[in-house]
């Protein structure tokens, strides 16, 4: 029967404690697994998307800056940047 694999200085409360923190234990592993996939598939995405990534010696870049006239305000300065 059940009753010869528990043993009986155990209480109902204790059962209930076990029980409770075996429960607890078992839904934290399954949010660590979902966790860990999902910055699997965001690792995997962002590999994907940066596999053309230009990676050459002739990389720069280059800060431009200006000043432009509105007719809302008088001047305002600005930089432009571009990359190579």
């Not at 075996?22 to 596999?51: E, P, Q, S």
């Not at 002739?58 to 600005?78: C, H």
Request: proline residues 1%; contains cysteine.
């Amino acid at each position: 029967t059940v009753d010869d694999f528990i043993e009986t200085s155990l209480t109902d409360i204790d059962l209930k404690t076990y029980r409770d923190e075996n429960r607890r234990n078992r839904d934290l592993c399954f949010i660590g697994a979902i966790a860990i996939y999902m910055l699997n598939i965001v690792d995997a995405t962002v590999d994907a998307h940066l596999y053309d990534w230009d990676v050459s010696d002739d990389l720069s870049i280059r800060l431009e800056p200006r000043l432009l006239q509105s007719q809302d305000v008088a001047l305002s300065l600005n930089v432009k940047i571009n990359l190579k």
